[in-house]
């Protein structure tokens, strides 16, 4: 075996999550495979993961594509563990919600099924999304593991991004349901909206839609009136804490924090003078759904501990933007 760890394929490695995830893995002393998505033009940039310490000698880049669940085959033969974190992202629907359905649970079923025929993969780790919680007519403060996203209710609400909010709910489902059937250990986490800096290239949706007060994008406030937030470094922590911690099963609810859009104005406001942020008096009018927050009390009864809070979350955030010239 190589390494004493062993090596383990994380499917998304250009995104968000992904790419701080091999980040981590790498330190903690594990090989890494990962994918990204095909390029026959070889145009895409993974300069900014072959760059990650250690990376040279242990990290392995291969293509594969959600919508050739079978492209994945190769990326995880021979893996003690796979962390799936390859979603469709499609907040402004630009696509038929079934259509991003189909590949996101059918790329996720192929994924688990190569991971059944390499008769080496210990245990899966699917990112999940606390979209595939929140969305339902229970009025509670805040939502466990038992609860679930009702896909009618979302179609009837209309939310932003309602097609990913719909393809994250059934693609859980169905991976949990596989995993079952199937005797494939599997654990899901869920995180809430994920904040903090970013390695990638591309500008994370889930930070966009956290600095809508700074940005301006008033479509997406409603969003925050009661914001759950969690930093991407607590999230990769948890999912490898979760891959080597021998009792975990089924789902894990992964957020630190909530914060609401009068609290995120006023800390923001305070903090970075130099934005244009709305008054709190004028956000009072913005209307929208009030989003229950989620306990992560079965994650920190495992023993896993949150390191980071709101103002690391939201400065790392904006410092990282405006290196990148997004702000």
Not at 18 to 43: A, C, M, Q
Not at 280 to 309: A, M, N, R, W
Request: proline share 5%; net charge neutral.
């Amino acid at each position: 075996m190589e390494g004493e760890k062993g090596r383990v394929c994380v499917t998304g490695g250009s995104g968000f999550i992904g790419s701080w995830l091999i980040l981590r893995l790498l330190e903690h002393g594990y090989y890494v495979n990962t994918t990204v998505r095909s390029d026959p033009e070889h145009k895409k940039d993974v300069s900014f993961l072959t760059a990650l310490p250690r990376a040279e000698e242990r990290l392995q880049i291969f293509n594969a594509d959600l919508s050739n669940p079978e492209s994945f085959n190769a990326a995880i033969q021979g893996c003690v563990g796979v962390f799936h974190v390859a979603t469709p992202v499609d907040f402004k629907d630009k696509e038929p919600e079934p259509v991003v359905t189909k590949r996101s649970v059918d790329g996720a079923l192929g994924i688990l099924k190569a991971c059944l025929y390499a008769k080496t993969v210990k245990r899966v780790v699917y990112t999940s999304s606390a979209s595939a919680i929140q969305f339902n007519k229970e009025d509670v403060e805040d939502m466990d593991e038992s609860f679930w996203s009702d896909t009618d209710y979302i179609k009837a609400l209309k939310p932003y991004g309602g097609s990913y909010v719909i393809s994250k709910t059934l693609t859980e489902r169905a991976v949990l349901e596989f995993s079952e059937k199937n005797g494939l250990d599997v654990v899901t986490v869920i995180p809430s909206f994920v904040v903090g800096p970013f390695i990638c290239p591309k500008f994370p949706s889930s930070i966009r839609s956290a600095l809508a007060l700074v940005l301006g994008n008033r479509d997406e406030y409603p969003i925050l009136i009661n914001l759950s937030v969690v930093h991407v470094d607590d999230v990769v922590r948890a999912h490898i804490f979760l891959f080597e911690h021998h009792d975990a099963k089924g789902r894990y609810n992964c957020s630190s924090n909530v914060i609401t859009i009068e609290e995120m104005a006023k800390f923001l406001s305070a903090k970075f003078p130099e934005f244009q942020i709305p008054s709190v008096e004028s956000l009072k009018e913005v209307k929208g759904p009030k989003i229950p927050g989620l306990s992560s009390k079965k994650l920190l009864d495992t023993g896993f501990k949150f390191k980071h809070g709101v103002d690391k979350m939201f400065s790392e955030a904006i410092h990282c933007c405006k290196e990148k010239g997004y702000l």
